[in-house]
């Protein structure tokens, strides 16, 4: 979604108009009155035509070409009638003839090279027909008379914006944006400019401080949301994008955004919701609705559009290896294999990939498939603590003891400390008549999950060998079980 930023030079005749009045009551006419003072030579019969002209003001004609006559036939007679001009050049601003007015006010100028209003309206026309440069010069020109001048200084940096010279822009609105009583509109082209020249934190606390002024601006809160999302800020990120939604309804980019968002944060309702209202086109998309089913456990519509999202992008390995998730969820088994294959033949040496193959391999019981390819997958993270665990349990089955007890402990270690593990490494160390690990490993197991495993245990005494007998008969053993027995 491209940047829109507000320019606040924009000329049409109506609004010079409405900006620089015909009224001798105003500033701009002041400044024609305080150089009409000056000349107490004018010609009687330019002045008679500029009372003709000026009594028009407020009424149906005034702008209208009789008004114009007048003015013109003032400064015919009288060139140097600064006043006359001045008028004039407003008249053919308001109806359009900006070739008229640039001639009027270059006069103006030679006369009196210091009049700056004359210099703003001639920037104004300058931006109109896209001659940034020249537009550029008049300010600069303002601004050699009047340094302090903050409207202008503004102007000039969004001059700068729509020439795309943002390092020259920046500190020209940061200027501007440091005054007292700064507008809100300059702290929004602020932030486009620093934003443009990477200093988004700056960037961020300048849309920030335009949204205290006018919080329901749909595009600064969806930057501020987009710059609240790559810092990791993501509740915050959330409410400012949904007030972008708000007022930007029905768009697609903003609600998976927003979708996104909350399947980051696990709050996969709200996620589903708003990625619905996504551009279902997209893979990407279709791809984190069926995340967001996925997590809710709603297997058949995630593998629905894990599929779809395939359709769209066959090559994405992360859409695969999620595939499989679900179809091994279903107890797809061998579908879920495809899919994993798939995913690792994308992308080759994928840790999250080779783990979840060698998962259903072991749960079909191909051991010494799984037991490969989970070796693998440690070649890639030997930190893994739930790759140690599956494959010392692949190995347990194949009767490999101090294998497994190797990887039930280094899955202890990493961060896989399951009551399974536990259980297992009880059962290993009472085989090899190591009583005090088996019970203090048993004990562990019992003390986190004594509804699963103390039933396992009295269905195992029941049997007249048992991988218990170095430790069935201890007092150890029978307190520790009477324990937790209910």
């Known amino acids: 979604m491209g940047l829109v930023f507000l320019l606040f030079l924009s000329f049409s005749p109506l609004s010079v108009c409405q900006s620089v009045s015909l009224s001798v009551c105003q500033s701009v006419s002041l400044s024609a009155c305080q150089l009409f003072a000056l000349q107490t030579d004018v010609n009687p019969k330019a002045l008679d035509y500029f009372r003709k002209g000026e009594a028009l003001i407020g009424t149906d004609k005034e702008y209208s070409e009789e008004q114009q006559g007048y003015f013109a036939r003032a400064v015919e007679i009288a060139p140097d009638f600064a006043p006359a001009r001045h008028n004039l050049a407003l008249v053919y601003l308001k109806r359009g003839k900006l070739d008229a007015a640039l001639l009027q006010l270059d006069e103006l100028i030679k006369l009196d090279p210091k009049n700056i209003h004359a210099r703003l309206l001639r920037a104004d026309i300058w931006v109109n027909r896209d001659q940034l440069n020249k537009a550029a010069d008049e300010l600069q020109g303002v601004l050699s008379l009047q340094p302090d001048k903050l409207d202008v200084i503004e102007q000039l940096g969004n001059i700068m914006m729509r020439q795309k010279r943002y390092a020259e822009a920046a500190p020209l609105l940061q200027r501007v944006a440091n005054s007292p009583n700064s507008p809100p509109e300059v702290h929004y082209n602020l932030g486009l400019a620093l934003q443009d020249l990477g200093r988004k934190d ?9 949204l205290k002024q006018a919080p329901d ?10 710059l609240l999302k790559d810092k990791g800020n993501k509740e915050e990120a959330v409410s400012h994008l949904l007030k972008a939604l708000e007022g930007n309804k029905g768009d697609t980019v903003i609600a998976e955004e927003v979708g996104n968002l909350y399947l980051d944060l696990g709050k996969e309702e709200e996620a589903a919701r708003y990625l619905a209202q996504a551009d279902l086109s997209s893979p990407i998309a279709l791809a984190n609705l069926a995340i967001t089913a996925k ?74 498939e799984a037991q490969q390819t989970l070796e693998q997958a440690l070649r890639i993270d030997r930190n893994s603590g739930r790759a140690h665990l599956y494959l010392g349990i692949v190995l347990d089955r ?66 007249v060998r048992s991988d218990l007998d170095s430790i069935r008969y201890t007092k150890a053993f029978t307190d520790l079980l009477a324990k937790y027995q209910k």
């Open 202 to 210: 700056e960037a961020l606390a300048s849309y920030l401080r335009f």
């Open 217 to 226: 601006d749909p595009q600064a809160n969806l930057l501020a949301g987009l």
């Open 295 to 368: 997590r809710q456990g709603r297997y058949p519509e995630a593998e629905k559009n894990f599929r779809a999202a395939l359709a769209k992008d066959p090559g994405n390995a992360d859409i695969w290896s999620h595939l499989g998730d679900v179809l091994a969820a279903q107890k797809k088994d061998d579908e879920a294999l495809d899919a994993y294959r798939k995913a690792l033949e994308l992308r080759p040496g994928d840790f999250n990939s080779l783990f979840n193959l060698g998962s259903v391999y072991a749960n079909l019981g191909r051991n010494q």
């Open 398 to 463: 194949q009767s490999l003891g101090t294998a497994a007890r190797n990887h039930y402990l280094a899955a202890i270690a990493n961060g896989a400390d399951e009551p399974q593990a536990h259980f297992r490494l009880a059962i290993l160390y009472s085989r090899e008549a190591n009583a005090e690990a088996a019970l203090k490993h048993l004990e562990i197991a019992f003390e986190r999950q004594a509804d699963k495993y103390v039933p396992m245990i009295v269905d195992e005494l029941k049997n």
